[in-house]
């Protein structure tokens, strides 16, 4: 998808600072390969399940691993996306903050602005 206008400067600043949404600019995904989660996600699901007040399917969400991801809110770690997929950059797979910020994202539905309360007050926002 080639940007145009304004945009064209804004995207690469918003890649920089790993910290905005982009309405209507859709990830670039590389190296996208499925991985089976170790046995800590369960666990940090569970903690994202009970700060959020939130309950969900574990089993549902699908896992993959990406050598990169540009183009949307910290696209330099990972994504979410409907209906239950999880993408984390290389790297970022043991940090549980990335990982459970993921998790909060598919326990709430998405919410890519990152308006509920929930992302303070469990500590999953970055910036």
């Not at 064209?8 to 890649?15: G, K």
């Not at 549980?96 to 509920?116: C, F, I, N, P, Q």
Request: proline content about 5%; hydrophobic content about 45%; aromatic content about 10%.
């Amino acid at each position: 998808m080639a940007l145009a206008g304004p945009m064209r400067l804004v995207a690469p600043l918003c890649v920089l600072l790993t910290g905005c949404t982009l309405s209507g600019f859709e990830a670039e995904i590389q190296g996208r390969v499925p991985f089976s989660p170790p046995a800590v996600y369960l666990e940090w699901w569970r903690d994202t399940e009970a700060c959020a007040d939130e309950s969900g399917s574990f089993e549902a969400l699908v896992f993959y691993l990406a050598d990169w991801i540009m183009g949307d809110a910290r696209v330099a770690r990972a994504r979410w996306s409907e209906p239950h997929d999880i993408i984390i950059v290389r790297r970022y797979e043991a940090d549980a903050k990335v990982v459970s910020h993921e998790m909060l994202h598919d326990l709430l539905r998405g919410d890519g602005s990152h308006t509920d309360g929930r992302w303070a007050s469990c500590d999953l926002l970055f910036g």
